[in-house]
């Protein structure tokens, strides 16, 4: 006999549980040929997301096999895709810099032990039920750090695109050597950059109209320009092989491994694991809010539910899979998962035939990767990642907000000319600082009657009605240690020279949360208000405030009443009442 209440909880805990049981053919179909497209894209992506990421080709390759099947066990998305990522990549890279390594294998070891950190952060994360740490991060300064990195990400790569040796990881250190390299320009692979930079940007604006000319069908156009990258790779490798141009200073990607590496679990060394904990911490971190932002957009087009907490689950064993695997750390992927979207996916179970295609193409497809231009893969991260870069946060937030304008600045600024690490870290903390600053400063507004109503605005926006006897002050932020004081010094210079004012109501409408520290500036404000021969009520106090309240002994003391509306209370304590209304 089975048990529902056992089936739903292995279902929130195992979601294949549940989109597997009724999966059908068409399904299937939706799912095949998401997978088609999806793996086409990725192979040429995948690639070069392992050059960014510092590591050997092959290690992309496998960093979208395992991570896309543990995410269809455990993920709450229908549709997100997962593997390597632009700024998680960028991000291993600085990492894996600070460890000085010398030898490939090591820094493959390494990338490993990221991934394994990171997956097990995430796991931590999910048994504890923290998926709410996505919002630490303000929107601004998310874009802030995400154009910073797509403009870090690009210029890195134009020593690819030029053939000239460069290694640095800021901005300033990058174009300064970039500067000085000028001279070593290789024009080969000079002209094979260009080629293939133009032709991934014409692909994405300009081979639909032409495929449409042609009278292509429909069903075709979308696969054929995601094929884009593909194109680019098949082209200039074989310019690259009939013209021998590794001979002329060309950087190739060299012998590819065939097959898939032997499972098996990063080896335990303290020091490097130490030393990486910071940099997983923070890969776990912007893979997260990046992976939850485009799952929820992508689940609301189809009114589904994502959650957050079943998604560390899903990130986690997706980075643990890729670490087992010797791949990167992973996060969902924007371009990736619309495409597998809008490719008519309609379960996780598009991700595992990707797998399966990518798997193939490990096993087969890697000897024709030797003469593949290393400044293709570069121009498939520029033309991506410039797709990342919004300039015009910079407009919008100056417009709306200085405080929002000067953490977007701030974050862009250490991101370019320190590092992704501390951009990251300082956006974590500035979004923390800036959040505490808007509300150490609640707006606490003066509110009067509307006529003919029983609403109350504030007194400098509206004609309202008002009594010389009683203040009504309209708290707009939840009160807690932050800005309790500020709440008082506000009232005291608001009461001190009014001689006729005998009732304060303080409307409660807008307070969520009061803390220890704004009881006791509550029970201040009661003391010297009593002092003055005022009386202080309260008004519309919602319920989880006034369980609050009522475990405490202020409202034994208070020396007025909560009232239920801010009407109720006005009615109650005006001196001037309302004339009556003609027969």
Do not use: C
Not at 243 to 262: K, M, R, T, Y
Not at 302 to 315: D, K, M, T
């Amino acid at each position: 006999m089975s048990n529902p209440n056992l089936e739903r909880r292995l279902s929130r805990f195992l979601p294949v549980l549940d989109w597997g049981r009724g999966y059908g053919r068409a399904d299937l179909m939706g799912d095949g040929i998401a997978a088609i497209v999806v793996t086409i894209m990725l192979i040429p992506q995948s690639l070069a997301y392992a050059l960014l990421a510092g590591v050997p080709a092959e290690v992309g390759l496998y960093a979208s096999i395992a991570p896309l099947i543990a995410y269809a066990v455990f993920g709450s998305s229908r549709t997100l895709s997962v593997g390597p990522v632009a700024i998680v990549s960028l991000m291993t890279a600085a990492a894996l810099a600070e460890l000085n390594l010398q030898s490939a294998t090591a820094i493959v070891a390494a990338a490993g032990v990221l991934a394994l950190l990171s997956g097990l952060i995430l796991l931590a994360m999910g048994a504890l039920r923290l998926g709410f740490v996505a919002n630490f991060l303000s929107h601004p300064v998310i874009s802030g750090f995400i154009t910073a990195s797509g403009l870090l990400i690009a210029t890195s790569q134009l020593k690819h695109l030029l053939g000239v040796p460069v290694s640095g990881h800021t901005l300033p250190d990058t174009i300064g050597q970039l500067a000085r390299s000028l001279g070593q320009i290789n024009l080969p692979t000079l002209i094979i950059g260009v080629f293939a930079t133009v032709f991934l940007v014409w692909v994405r604006s300009g081979l639909a109209r032409v495929l449409k000319t042609l009278r292509t069908p429909v069903g075709l156009i979308g696969p054929l320009v995601k094929a884009g990258p593909v194109f680019a790779v098949v082209a200039t490798t074989w310019a690259a092989w009939q013209f021998d141009l590794g001979n002329h200073g060309v950087s190739l990607v060299g012998e590819v491994p065939s097959g898939l590496p032997s499972p098996e679990m990063p080896a335990f060394d303290p020091d490097v694991w130490l030393a990486l904990m910071g940099s997983a911490a923070l890969i776990s971190l912007i893979g997260f809010v990046e992976s939850v932002s485009v799952a929820q957009t992508l689940a609301a087009k189809r009114r589904q539910r994502i959650e957050p907490n079943q998604e560390l689950v899903g990130l986690g064993a997706a980075n643990v899979a890729s670490a087992v695997a010797g791949g990167i750390p992973v996060t969902g992927g924007f371009s990736r998962s619309v495409v597998n979207f809008e490719a008519g996916a309609r379960t996780p179970a598009a991700g595992v035939f990707t797998a399966i295609g990518i798997a193939l193409a490990a096993l087969f497809l890697t000897p024709y990767l030797f003469f593949l231009p290393k400044a293709t893969l570069a121009a498939t991260i520029v033309v991506a990642v410039l797709t990342l870069v919004d300039l015009k946060i910079l407009q919008r937030s100056w417009r709306y907000s200085r405080a929002d304008f000067s953490a977007v600045v701030l974050t862009m600024l250490l991101t370019l000319l320190v590092g992704v690490e501390a951009g990251v870290a300082s956006g974590v903390v500035l979004s923390l600082l800036l959040h505490i600053y808007k509300t150490s400063r609640p707006h606490i507004a003066e509110v009067g009657l509307v006529p003919g109503s029983e609403h109350f605005r504030n007194i400098l926006r509206h004609d309202v009605e008002t009594d010389p006897q009683v203040l009504t002050l309209r708290i707009d932020e939840s009160l807690y240690f932050a800005n309790a004081r500020m709440m008082e010094d506000h009232i005291y210079a608001r009461v001190s020279a009014d001689r006729e004012l005998r009732h304060l109501i303080l409307m409660f409408s807008a307070v969520n949360e009061l803390d220890i520290s704004a009881l006791e500036s509550l029970e201040t404000i009661n003391d010297r208000l009593k002092a003055m021969g005022i009386a202080l009520h309260l008004s519309e106090v919602k319920g989880p405030v006034m369980d609050r309240l009522q475990r405490s002994s202020f409202l034994e003391h208070m020396t007025g009443k909560v009232f239920l509306s801010q009407y109720a209370a006005f009615q109650a304590l005006r001196r001037i009442q309302p004339e009556p209304a003609a027969a």
